[in-house]
């Protein structure tokens, strides 16, 4: 497995960006594109739902793992 890499978003206008491994980004944008969503769109859902207290990156594999799982996010 290799290290996280570094991933440009836009979440509300502004430019951010996301350390994640390589299986959590490809099934993130499967996930948005079988939701019909941009990835940036369910980026930007993902970070209104996260809480302060939660990374951006975290807060991504979290709702990549939930939907694996058939859960609900947050």
């Known amino acids: 497995m290799e290290r996280p890499k570094k991933r440009s978003l836009t979440l509300d206008g502004h430019r951010t960006s996301v350390s994640l491994e390589d299986e959590f980004w490809l099934e993130f944008l499967r996930i948005a594109q079988n939701q019909g969503k941009a990835i940036n769109a369910l980026a930007v859902e993902i970070d209104h739902a996260r809480g302060i207290n939660l990374g951006l ?3 991504i594999r979290l709702f990549v793992l939930a939907q694996a799982l ?3 996010f947050p």
């Open 70 to 72: 058939g859960r609900p």
């Open 57 to 59: 990156a975290s807060a």
